[in-house]
């Protein structure tokens, strides 16, 4: 690490003291705190993910960019300075280092994070539902695909967000060479849905199978690797009648010459109106139990990553 990202970068003592020992870690993106939830569910839900995480045994790493910094595990101040402050900006590779020099607070999305939890030593990162290709003409094109194609860090989520073209997404990773991992399932899910026609490349099991086969790609450092968790049964929604609600909105953003950085929360907020919050309930629960199979995750790659190093160590 160079001395100017070793200074951008202030982790918390229980982080440090995690990551020196090789403990579990997992880190968890702030964009839902700052921009994808009203408060106070945000900032209830930041301090659930976080605990849900500590529960399964590792160390929780939200990341946020303040006072010309990169924070990686955040106070609780930090967390409802995030949830209730109106100005917050929402980072990606392309302003971060704009936004450090500024000094000003930041949340991080995908890209972002993932960017910041490797340069932490950060192996596991959990999220909602990562950015993808845009329906259209193929030219809108998530940060975030970028970012797994060139930073190697295991992202645990649900696939990529419901709005999003999937089968174009899927199409891009595989040309970009980035593994994807289904929890106990042979299918991409679709965020909201547990199906969506789409295969990974390996089915895993459990969360030993899991830290197997991420630690043999991570260890080549060339790219990312996607674990796509379905969302839970009893919150996930039905995928043709998902289509019929994406479709609606998409027609009405069009209708009202929505476009820009204004599309995605125009779309999310006119998927919560037609499916009378189901939606959002369904996003909550995914979320969660991304942390939850992250944190599981976390804990048998650091305990295979021990083991190796006993070994290592006796012969």
């Not at 929780?60 to 100005?87: N, V, Y």
């Not at 998902?242 to 998409?250: D, I, L, S, Y």
Request: hydrophobic share 45%.
């Amino acid at each position: 690490m160079n001395k100017s990202l070793h200074e951008a970068l202030r982790m918390s003592e229980e982080l440090r003291a995690a990551l020196a020992e090789g403990k579990p870690v997992v880190a968890l993106e702030s964009t839902v705190i700052s921009h994808g939830l009203p408060y106070p569910q945000n900032l209830a839900l930041a301090r659930e993910m976080e605990q849900i995480v500590r529960d399964g045994g590792a160390t929780p790493a939200t990341i946020a960019l303040a006072e010309g910094q990169l924070q990686i595990g955040l106070d609780d101040s930090l967390l409802e300075r995030l949830a209730t402050e109106a100005h917050v900006a929402k980072i990606s590779l392309r302003n971060l280092g704009l936004v450090l020099a500024d000094r000003a607070l930041g949340a991080t999305t995908v890209a972002a994070t993932m960017w910041a939890a490797q340069a932490a030593g950060i192996a596991i990162f959990a999220t909602g539902g990562i950015g993808g290709v845009h329906p259209g003409d193929g030219m809108d094109i998530s940060a975030d695909l970028p970012a797994l194609a060139t930073i190697p860090v295991c992202v645990v989520s649900s696939g990529a967000k419901a709005i999003l073209d999937l089968p174009r997404t899927c199409e891009w990773l595989e040309s970009w060479g980035v593994p994807l991992l289904g929890w106990q399932s042979d299918e991409m899910p679709a965020f909201y849905s547990r199906t969506s026609g789409r295969y990974v490349d390996r089915r895993v099991e459990d969360a030993t199978a899991a830290a197997r086969l991420i630690d043999a790609h991570l260890a080549l450092g060339r790219s990312g690797i996607l674990l796509a968790v379905p969302p839970p049964p009893e919150t996930a929604l039905e995928a043709t009648q998902m289509q019929r609600w994406v479709q609606a909105a998409q027609r009405e953003a069009m209708a009202r010459n929505v476009s820009g950085s204004e599309l995605t929360p125009f779309l999310l907020g006119e998927l919560a109106t037609r499916s009378e919050g189901r939606t959002l309930q369904s996003n909550l629960a995914l979320l969660k139990n991304n942390a939850r199979v992250a944190a599981q995750v976390a804990t048998a790659l650091a305990f295979k990553r021990s083991a190796h190093e006993r070994a290592n160590a006796r012969s």
